[in-house]
């Protein structure tokens, strides 16, 4: 809603959202998430064989759920088929969301991959993706942040409201 003068007063919606291109992705912002979350994104398959045998040998040691071995790409298959995912079983899901992974990246390309995953996901207060988490938090493009914020963005993506530099 804007005033008669052109002011933003007030916003009804129930996620924010802008999408962005690859090419409209801040380096710093860029290089955060892929450190953060899948450091190998470039080298594999859409899964990651030696994370999630790292994970399994790390879970069965401490009898826990103590790693996540999902590679960006199974994050955007879990995203795109949320619904079918969360009703089965955990090997079961994780089989599905691995095939799913694998069409995925044989489709798109990792530019494409993660320019998806940027747009898509979750990163609190309502906001999906970069751009709206980066104009939500800091009022400004996701071109036009600083590596301190850049960073803070970045680790959104694992935690969003307990990351939350409104919290």
Same mark, same amino acid.
């Given at each position: 809603?804007?005033?008669? %003068?052109?002011? $933003?007063?007030? @916003?009804? &919606? #129930?996620? *924010?959202?802008? !999408? ?9 912002? *860029?290089? =955060?998430?892929?450190?953060? @979350? ?15 045998? !790292?994970? &399994? !040998? ?11 071995? %999902? ?12 619904? =079918? ?9 994780? !089989?599905? @969301? ?6 995925? @990246?044989? *489709? +798109? ?5 993660? %320019?998806? +995953?940027?747009?898509?996901?979750? $990163? ?7 751009? &709206?988490?980066?104009?939500? +938090?800091?009022?400004? #493009? ?11 963005? &970045?680790?959104?993506?694992? %935690? ?8």
């Amino acid at each position: 809603v804007y005033s008669s %003068s052109g002011r $933003l007063i007030g @916003e009804f &919606a #129930t996620q *924010r959202r802008v !999408v962005v291109g690859y090419d409209d992705i801040n380096p710093l912002l *860029r290089n =955060g998430i892929i450190a953060t @979350e899948d450091a190998d994104f470039e080298h594999h398959i859409g899964i990651n064989f030696k994370r999630i045998f !790292v994970a &399994a !040998v790390t879970d069965i040691i401490k009898r826990q759920r103590a790693l996540g071995a %999902s590679t960006i790409t199974q994050q955007v298959a879990r995203n795109i088929d949320k619904f =079918g995912l969360t009703k089965q079983k955990l090997l079961e899901r994780k !089989v599905r @969301e691995w095939v799913l992974a694998l069409q995925i @990246e044989k *489709r +798109y390309t990792k530019k494409e991959i993660f %320019s998806i +995953y940027c747009n898509q996901m979750y $990163l609190g207060h309502g906001a999906y993706g970069i751009e &709206a988490a980066s104009r939500l +938090y800091f009022d400004k #493009t996701n071109k036009d942040l600083t590596l301190p914020e850049a960073a803070l963005i &970045a680790g959104l993506f694992q %935690s969003p409201e307990r990351q939350s530099p409104f919290v």
